[in-house]
């Protein structure tokens, strides 16, 4: 199967209600779904046709061949989220999807999802959706702060409670210590002073390292998969800079402390 093109699609519910109601009336629901796509992937190899992808929608075999104009306002908006899943995309961003969808559609949605191999960006106030299908959070904390939470929304909410329930602690005015003398840097051997020059050939490589997967990161922003890829080797060389700036300036303090 070739590989798909680059694509991001957003689903919010104004647009299953608006988009969902401009289908032509004389199609038959079948040839909606199959003028998008005759088949799609899902994850582990996994393939559905679009006659399968109706069915786990609702709509049996025997409608499937009804015509559109036969459908009622609650059918042609699960009908358009059909047609919305059937293109496949790389990222698919759900806004508030759950406002104007019925219990057995949300249902079907939320199973469906979790079969996708797609990367999912919602947005939503229903909790239990969102602790079904996500796996990552970003949590706004204000003041320009936001941080991430690897667990359910469910788990955040009684982690934010355990905090505010404990009792605040009693800040004691600091006692100023008495300034430490710097102990004198020992004498350079020769093995060290062989890593300094390695570092120092070694530090520039990786700083165009990461300026390269930055860089990279930006071209390919519309493919999660490269993404996920990228960002854990801009973490590798993030971390390898890290580790041997700080061994440079362990290295450096010797060398002054010989002049």
């Excluded at 899902?42 to 679009?50: M, N, R, V």
């Excluded at 929304?153 to 602690?169: F, G, I, M, V």
Aim: proline share 5%.
């Amino acid at each position: 199967m070739p590989a798909k093109s680059p694509s991001v699609i957003p689903l919010c519910s104004a647009s299953l209600v608006s988009k969902g109601l401009q289908m032509k009336e004389d199609k038959r629901i079948i040839e909606v779904v199959r003028e998008i796509a005759d088949v799609i992937p899902l994850s582990k190899g996994k393939t559905l046709t679009a006659a399968q992808l109706l069915e786990r929608f609702l709509f049996d075999k025997e409608k499937q061949y009804q015509y559109v104009s036969t459908l009622s306002g609650g059918e042609k908006r699960r009908l358009h989220l059909c047609t919305v899943l059937m293109k496949n995309p790389n990222v698919l961003v759900l806004d508030e999807p759950t406002n104007d969808l019925d219990i057995p559609t949300l249902n079907a949605l939320e199973d469906f999802l979790t079969d996708l191999n797609i990367c999912l960006l919602i947005v939503s106030h229903d909790r239990f959706f969102m602790d079904k299908l996500c796996t990552k959070l970003l949590v706004f904390e204000g003041n320009g702060v936001i941080k991430e939470w690897i667990y359910s929304y469910t788990e955040l909410r009684d982690h934010q409670k355990e905090l505010a329930s404990r009792p605040a602690k009693k800040v004691e005015a600091p006692v100023e210590a008495a300034p430490a003398k710097k102990k004198p840097a020992g004498k350079m051997t020769f093995a060290e002073q062989n890593e300094l020059k390695k570092i120092d050939k070694d530090l520039p490589a990786l700083e165009k390292k990461k300026e390269e997967l930055a860089a990279e990161m930006v071209a390919k922003s519309a493919d999660h998969h490269a993404i996920m890829q990228l960002s854990i080797d801009l973490e590798k060389v993030t971390s390898q800079l890290d580790t041997l700036g700080e061994r440079w300036l362990v290295l450096m303090e010797k060398v002054e402390g010989e002049a």
